[in-house]
């Protein structure tokens, strides 16, 4: 039988053990879903871009955002007793949700679509929205057969504390959509501080 | 059998009929103008009606306040009231406006009209953040976690192997 040599050996066991404790270290660390720069907060110059013509109410059936892969259903969702929007379940990591007692998207108004950025087990259907850029496109596919297509104004994160509900949820004059997931950094006790929110607006349908 | 049906029904329309006779008393009592929908957002079309112009009266609206021009209310069958549209113009700003309708025997009656930018289905808006995530992205990469387990495995095992050859005395 031929000897495997002690050199050989040695160094596969080497080998192993580095890479097992860099493994074991990294793995370990945390790996927080990206976050906005400042570069892609509101700046008020989007306000001269095109709009497109407000589409009729429709329920939306599907989002897409192709600019970091999300390609997801919507189901309804309605508030808490607290007044804040629900959410889909969390078990469920590729489903988001819209306000259904609110504007739908493509109609005239501010409709809000929600997701998580995570679940217990790992990432979900929005973990990278905080990659969104000024300018990227945001899908909605609707229960009439149509496609409400909006260009990105701004992502901008807010801290829980100070949120700007006029700003997110108020009514608009045109055709606007916001997608909302959680961000703003993590704190073991109280979870994830804010909100990353997309600002977009109806530049397109068909 | 028949014929008592008969009659019951008869007396139910004749009382129906003097209900609907007697209604007009109580129209005319009322001095408002009615203003459906009552909350609307620029754009939307307005239908007003007044009981108060009588029987076949008709009557002027005026909805300048909202800037909705003048218009005509016809008088209609329809529980003797005077009915008239008017369209909220597109650049209207939100607030409460007054409608004015004045009979064409002088009388004038006034109704309140509410302007919101969004629509009424959106009156009720969110607020506050949304809970949308719970830090599992956050935690030990479970993959990562069980290869870096599997490789020190691989060096415990080589190890062991080189210790077991040494106390062999084959050398190392």
Request: aromatic share 4%; charged share 15%; with cysteine.
């Amino acid at each position: 039988m031929r000897r495997v040599s002690n050199a050989a050996i040695a160094s596969v066991t080497v080998v192993a053990l580095c890479s097992g404790a860099w493994l074991l270290r990294s793995g370990a660390e945390a790996h927080p879903p990206p976050q906005p720069s400042a570069a892609q907060a509101a700046t008020g110059g989007d306000r001269a871009r095109s709009v497109a013509p407000a589409m009729p109410h429709s329920p939306p059936s599907r989002i897409r955002i192709p600019a970091i892969g999300v390609n997801a259903p919507l189901m309804g969702l309605g508030l808490t007793p607290q007044g804040s929007l629900n959410v889909p379940p969390a078990e469920k990591k590729n489903l988001a949700g819209w306000y259904e007692a609110g504007t739908s998207p493509g109609e005239r108004g501010t409709a809000v679509v929600a997701g998580h950025v995570d679940n217990a087990e790992g990432p979900a259907v929005f973990y990278d929205l905080g990659s969104v850029r000024k300018g990227s496109t945001v899908e909605v596919d609707r229960l009439d057969g149509r496609t409400a297509v909006f260009t990105v104004d701004a992502v901008e994160v807010y801290d829980s504390r100070s949120f700007p509900d006029a700003k997110v949820y108020g009514a608009a004059r045109r055709p606007e959509l916001r997608v909302i997931t959680c961000g703003g950094g993590y704190s073991e006790t109280t979870g994830y501080r804010g909100n990353v929110v997309v600002f977009a607006h109806l530049t397109g349908s068909r | 059998m028949r014929r008592t049906a008969r009659l019951l029904t008869g007396t139910a329309l004749a009382v129906a009929a003097a209900g609907l006779g007697a209604a007009p008393v109580y129209g005319g009592d009322t001095g408002s103008l009615e203003v459906f929908p009552s909350t609307v957002v620029p754009g939307a079309d307005v239908t007003v009606n007044t009981a108060a112009c009588g029987s076949d009266g008709t009557a002027n609206g005026d909805a300048g306040a909202v800037g909705g021009g003048t218009f005509t209310l016809a008088a209609s069958a329809h529980e003797q009231d005077a009915i008239g549209q008017f369209r909220v113009p597109p650049s209207a700003q939100p607030g409460t406006y007054e409608i004015v309708a004045t009979c064409s025997h002088g009388r004038r009656v006034t109704g309140d009209l509410l302007v919101t930018l969004a629509s009424t289905r959106e009156q009720i808006q969110p607020r506050g953040h949304v809970n949308t995530g719970v830090g599992g992205a956050l935690g030990p990469d479970p993959v990562q976690t069980a290869a870096g387990v599997a490789a020190l495995a691989v060096a415990a095992a080589g190890g062991t192997w080189l210790l077991h050859r040494r106390a062999r005395g084959d050398g190392i």
